[in-house]
């Protein structure tokens, strides 16, 4: 067995961002295993970082990695791959015998972003996808990442999907819905841009506070490093014109521990996004018994599993329509819990089905079941590095 030294690279580790959080749990399990004697060492190359760590190195370019000693001697190199990033580029340009490996999140199609800076940025991603022929194999989050890289010519057998994990503290316990519903609780959890269409949320929560149906209580929750301010701005406005001040609060940035608690004290999550590759989101409401309504773009039917209510994206009308369907069958399913009531996309179900249910499907994103995933695919594509894995 050869025990590898592992480098992982990445612009940026500036957490909570999905990539982010991503690579620090990569470092993690290449931490443990080097406890384990399985590798030899890790360390994570970075432009950026907002946590100090012993294994984390700041660069001040790609010349300087292509430079150090350890990423020079390293068997092993892992990149994520979700905007452009020129340190991907050293993949073709390594002058020593290395397996490499691209964690692929997707790429945010341009039409859905309004900076013409953040254009620009994601015609570099898309054309630095030919990069991706050079590497021995490649990890897509979720099965539309796997069919978007086919479609881009990538060859099948050379990609796999490796799903993120849940993030530490979730799930927070047994999956149980609200018993009391008497204000609906409506949260969306994720960047303030333009491709998470909060414009089409702050429309169906109002048809439903229009309809005098509930007390409805809607949260936007979300880390504010990489929004749009433009877009939030303009959410903020829309949300003061449609009279829904009272209803709608931006709360912003939270700590992990408050996430947790906005989630609990949930009783729907609303997804209207143009574009997912993943969505860690979702997962996260599922696992505090949270139901999904939304549109049905990218990898979101994959990440539901037809434990929410999915509309074809972009129908404001029949997102509000879903959302005041739901909550209708939603406060009637409460009352009566043992009934098979609740209409989704997967079935008809009772709340203690949809329970167990949601339980069964977030149990496959725990980090034990990733980090199992993780090893074998490592073990089948990074011959000889890795055969201690499994």
């Known amino acids: 067995m050869i025990a590898p030294r592992v480098s992982l690279i990445n612009a940026i580790c500036l957490p909570p961002d999905a990539v982010s959080q991503g690579l620090l749990w990569k470092l993690k399990v290449f931490e443990r295993w ?85 254009k620009a940025g994601v015609r570099r991603g898309l054309a630095q996808r030919a990069t991706l022929y050079h590497v021995d194999h490649v990890f897509a989050d979720s099965p539309f990442n796997r069919h978007d890289l086919i479609d881009f010519g990538i060859r099948p057998e050379k990609i796999s999907v490796l799903p993120l994990p849940l993030p530490k503290g979730f799930p927070p316990g047994p999956i149980r819905i609200r018993e009391d519903i008497d204000a609906v609780r409506i949260l969306f959890v994720g960047r303030f841009v333009p491709a998470k269409g909060l414009m089409d949320f702050v429309y169906a929560v109002g048809e439903l506070h229009r309809s005098g149906l509930c007390k409805v209580e809607a949260r936007l929750a979300g880390d504010l490093t990489f929004c749009d301010q433009e877009y939030v701005r303009s959410l903020k406005e829309r949300i003061a014109d449609s009279g829904l001040n009272e209803v709608v609060t931006v709360v912003g940035s939270v700590s992990p521990e408050q996430l947790i608690r906005e989630y609990q004290a949930a009783d729907l999550f609303l997804i209207p996004s143009y574009h997912e ?27 539901t599993a037809g434990l929410g209510r999915l509309v074809p994206c972009g129908d404001q009308r029949r997102l509000a329509d879903a959302l005041k369907s739901v909550v209708e069958m939603l406060r009637a399913a409460v009352r009566h819990p043992r009934r098979a009531s609740l209409e989704l996309d997967g079935g008809v179900m009772s709340v203690r089905e949809f329970e167990r249910r949601a339980a069964e499907h977030v149990s496959s994103f725990s980090d034990e079941a990733c980090t199992e995933a993780f090893a074998r695919l490592l073990s089948r594509h990074g011959w000889p590095y890795f055969s201690a894995l499994t």
Do not use: W
């Open 277 to 303: 590759g993943f969505c860690v989101p979702v997962l996260e409401a599922l696992s505090c018994g949270c139901l999904v309504v939304g549109y049905d773009a990218g990898n979101l039917p994959n990440a």
């Open 34 to 118: 080097k406890r384990e004697r399985r590798i030899k060492d890790v360390r994570l190359f970075t432009y950026a970082a907002n946590i100090e760590h012993p294994a984390i190195r700041i660069i001040a370019s790609m010349e300087a990695l292509l430079t150090d000693s350890y990423f020079c001697g390293s068997e092993v190199a892992i990149y994520p791959f979700a905007v452009y990033n020129n340190l991907l580029n050293t993949v073709s340009l390594r002058s020593t015998p290395q397996r490499t490996f691209v964690r692929y999140h997707n790429i945010t199609p341009e039409h859905l972003l309004q900076n013409e800076a953040h």
